[in-house]
């Protein structure tokens, strides 16, 4: 650790930075953008954290039929083998006075920072320290990057596996050590255990065998030994989770529910709200041509990479523009093709002031640093417009709501906290049941115990008048189903 300290300062450097500027709004409620879908994950470590780790039939909070079209009333949540989910619920149980989500947070940003470090490392090797750097420093600073990167979902943990698993088989493929192999075959097992659309970074893989081996590929046995070790996992796991349809959620929509793939708005949303504007500010996507047209062997690997992502916004073409964090497995190849795009970029301009102004060639040097820099951080600050807002919480008087149920129910309760289905507000609650109000006779014979609304409309005012009122506010109500007030 000391030589690796010693050889790459300018690497920790940027990972302290990395660190320091993912620390923003740590300590804030689980109610900023995306919130419902963190909020889920959230509640399986503290389903484990309540009831004891179980891996192969992890729960939730949500008992409600929403999400799989099933009646749940285990909350059965079969998604993500929930590997990260266990190690947090590990973490709190050894240090119970650690807080639930600034922990979960935490632990995101951890891994983040291992994939920092495994692109540096692989950007290294194949096109050298200065891009290398370069690339590290984008996917620490994006503010894209920034945000998902801190968020309570299996996607931080998936990135560092899919990218160390890259890194560790192009190291196996050139010293043919063990070490690699088997690290590298475990952590894209990993990495398809968190989230399966890691199979479309295939085309990496591809490129690297074929360069390392050659047209001969296919006689070496150890690598379809390694395509075994890492999908055994996954289909083993596909396979139990069948068994539990109640809490696997509807997924054909993802793929092209709306019909919009390849229509305009499919190239308007992923190619201009997305990358150009979200995650490029603007500016950024300059650097992408230049990343991309070079004749040197590591652009093979890049285009490759960008092939697969290309593949994956194309299946999953609802999925990708109806939620901006199905693209969170672009950063390491976006993050990749800025850094190299920045360099060219840098010689392009440096090229071309020399040999228009070749009177004044100490002045190409300012002139190229200077707009290439211009561009980064103008790529930074039209981005961070855009991200700002992700991490404010708009609906605080979740929060206290949330506190009254805690401090006023039994923690076995089961709360009816009506959001249009958004878990979120549930989440607050320390509670499990359902996150949308109706059928509250039906909800009733299911087992809930108690209502939460911040809404007071007219199911919340037919229903005080029916049930005893433990607390009302302008901001909340809270009534206890178990205890009528008149007779029906």
Excluded at 420 to 447: E, H, N, V, Y
Aim: glycine letters at 6%; proline letters at 5%.
């Amino acid at each position: 650790m000391k030589n690796f300290v010693a050889r790459y300062p300018l690497l920790i450097l940027i990972v302290l930075l990395a660190f320091a500027v993912r620390l923003y709004r740590l300590n804030y409620p689980l109610l900023d953008w995306h919130s419902w879908r963190q909020a889920d994950t959230a509640s399986v470590t503290r389903e484990f954290q309540k009831n004891g780790i179980d891996l192969l039939e992890p729960k939730y909070h949500d008992v409600s039929s929403i999400p799989s079209g099933r009646d749940n009333p285990a909350g059965y949540r079969m998604v993500e083998l929930p590997l990260v989910n266990a190690l947090i619920a590990g973490l709190l149980s050894i240090f119970p006075s650690l807080p639930l989500v600034p922990t979960s947070r935490m632990v995101s940003i951890l891994f983040s920072l291992g994939t920092l470090i495994a692109i540096f490392l692989l950007v290294k090797e194949w096109s050298g320290k200065r891009v290398a750097y370069l690339s590290a420093l984008t996917f620490a600073v994006l503010p894209y990057s920034i945000y998902y990167s801190r968020a309570i979902l299996p996607e931080p943990a998936m990135l560092f596996f899919s990218t160390f698993a890259i890194y560790s088989f192009d190291r196996w493929t050139r010293i043919q050590h063990a070490g690699w192999y088997l690290s590298s075959a475990l952590s894209l097992a990993i990495a398809l255990l968190l989230k399966p659309f890691v199979v479309f970074l295939a085309p990496v893989f591809a490129v690297i065998v074929w360069l390392q081996f050659g047209k001969n590929f296919w006689k070496n046995l150890w690598l379809y030994l390694y395509g075994l070790m890492a999908v055994a996992p996954l289909l083993l796991w596909r396979d139990w989770i069948a068994n539990y349809p109640e809490g696997i959620p509807a997924s054909d929509w993802l793929y092209n529910g709306n019909g919009i793939r390849f229509r305009p708005a499919w190239f308007r949303w992923l190619g201009y709200e997305r990358l150009t504007k979200l995650m490029l500010g603007f500016s950024g996507l300059v650097f992408l041509p230049f990343g991309l047209i070079d004749k040197n062997k590591d652009t093979l690997l890049y285009l490759a990479w960008w092939l697969g992502i290309g593949s994956y916004l194309t299946v999953f073409a609802t999925g990708n523009v109806q939620h901006d964090y199905y693209q969170i497995i672009m950063l390491p190849i976006l993050s990749i093709t800025v850094g190299k795009g920045v360099v060219k970029f840098y010689q392009f301009i440096n090229y071309q002031w020399k040999k228009r102004f070749y009177q004044l060639p100490v002045y190409s040097h300012v002139t190229a640093l200077t707009l290439v820099s211009c561009a980064f951080l103008i790529m930074i600050a039209f981005s961070w417009t855009q991200v700002r807002g992700y991490f404010n919480v708009n609906h605080w008087e979740y929060v206290r709501a949330g506190q009254i149920v805690r401090d006023k129910t039994p923690s076995d309760a089961l709360i009816i906290a009506p959001a249009m289905g958004d878990t979120a507000f549930l989440f607050q609650t320390d509670r499990r049941g359902w996150p949308i109000g109706s059928d509250i006779s039906d909800k009733i014979d299911k087992g809930a115990t108690h209502y939460l609304t911040t809404s007071y409309d007219d199911e919340a005012k037919t229903l005080e008048e029916k049930y005893f009122i433990i607390e009302k506010t302008d901001e909340h109500l809270l009534l206890d189903l178990t205890n009528r007030r008149e007779a029906e």
